[in-house]
């Protein structure tokens, strides 16, 4: 029997994710459960993974009580060890159950990069084709940096306010308000929030954020925004699935380019070219670089985004603008990821690329990128 993929296992936790979200585990009717082909289809999976691995029959799930009880006793690093490979040891000891019939943490961590980005790509689309058709590229910069903290918990005519003097257009306005932000209604407020991705800050925040930890830990100027409200007009917050997608990436974006600023001998760095096409343009006397920067918690998460969304993958290994040599192209990993990953991730970034036969993507690290950018500045490339 063949050893079960990556895809495998990444087809199961999604049927997973469908068993509880969308079959109704808390109904309790085995007429309804008999009729859910998914749920079928979830356990077949699961007996040929366990098959495959040499497991005994009669450990394996054979109706949907059996795989009630299986997924809440089994460790999911039992029945997937490919994609828990890149969690946590306590999260691969995890079931992907809860007591509650939930979905523990362990499997909210393999689902939840790829739903965020699903959640608002369409937007990001919408905004990037009203620039592309304005014309006038800085917009697109002007929009990203709009999106970040202390734009949280405000009210419509201030968050218009701010868009007018960014000379955001005026018939955006709203639809950027409708699509990247939530009402949270008329309150009496007073709040202090994260500066690198505009959560409400807590001291939960700051321990289940990796990423803003790491900035609170490395940084010597950590200032809260504090915002306070006694208002009775409508107060908007930005969306909370939306904030990994948008703020967080550009923490990265925007510490590599006041970084290679610093650089001797680099003439220009441009945020989003071609309309964010890429995220950097890298300008040096002999050579110039085109970065795509990403930041993603699970290695096998970014690979499975390039894999779903191609034509991101094609910029990489074929760029359709002729000015744009492929072996000047680079996938960056930020500093901040590989330090709070482990030495492994770009590794195991690589491997998840080949599986998915992305292996002429060039990986590289933000510190292996400015060592060859040295180079390159001193000839030595």
């Known amino acids: 029997m063949n050893q079960p ?5 990444e087809i199961i936790v999604h049927l997973i994710k469908d068993f509880i979200e969308r079959e109704g585990l808390f109904k309790k009717s085995d007429k309804k459960y008999s009729k859910v082909k998914k749920t079928r289809e979830l356990i077949r999976r699961i007996q040929y993974m366990e098959l495959s691995y040499g497991r005994v029959v009669d450990d394996i799930p054979q ?3 059996d795989l009630v009880n299986y997924l809440k006793t089994q460790p999911i690093s039992r ?3 490919l994609l828990s490979q890149d969690l946590d040891i306590e999260l691969q000891k995890e079931f992907a159950l809860g007591r509650y019939n939930q979905l523990t943490p362990a499997i909210l961590e393999l689902i939840t990069e790829d739903n965020a980005h699903e959640q608002i790509q369409k937007h990001i689309v919408a905004l990037r084709e009203k620039i592309i058709k304005s014309g006038k590229e800085e917009f697109y910069e002007i929009c990203r940096f709009f999106f970040a903290a202390e734009n949280n918990f405000e009210t419509r005519n201030n968050l218009k306010r701010r868009m007018t003097k960014l000379k955001i257009p005026a018939s955006w306005q709203d639809e950027i308000i409708q699509n990247f932000y939530v009402s949270v209604g008329n309150k009496k407020l007073s709040k202090e929030f994260c500066p690198y991705c505009g959560n409400p800050l807590t001291n ?7 990423v803003c930890r790491h900035f609170k830990q490395t940084d010597f100027f950590f200032k809260p925004i504090t915002k306070s409200f006694n208002i009775t007009e409508e107060v908007y917050c930005f969306d909370e699935k939306v904030v990994k997608s948008i703020v967080i990436p550009n923490i990265g974006e925007q510490r590599l380019r006041d970084l290679l600023l ?3 001998g680099v003439i220009e760095v441009v945020m989003y070219p071609y309309f964010d096409s890429y995220d950097l343009k890298v300008v040096t006397k002999t050579r110039t670089f085109w970065i795509d920067v990403k930041d993603y918690q699970y290695p096998r998460s970014l690979a499975q ?3 779903k969304e191609y034509k991101q993958a094609q910029k990489l290994l074929r760029p359709r603008q002729t000015d744009i040599r492929s072996e000047d192209v680079f996938l960056l990993i930020p500093k901040h990821r590989i330090e709070i990953s482990s030495d492994r991730y770009l590794k195991r970034l690589r491997t998840n690329l ?7 993507i060039k990986v590289i690290s933000e510190g292996d990128f400015i060592k060859l950018l040295k ?3 001193k000839g030595d490339y």
């Open 305 to 307: 985004y390039f894999a």
């Open 375 to 377: 180079k390159e500045i």
């Open 63 to 65: 109706t949907i009580r």
């Open 262 to 264: 610093t650089i001797p």
């Open 354 to 360: 080949e599986n998915r036969n992305l292996s002429r």
């Open 204 to 210: 939960e925040h700051l321990e289940t954020s990796k």
């Open 79 to 81: 029945y997937l060890p």
């Open 5 to 9: 993929t990556l895809a495998d296992e």
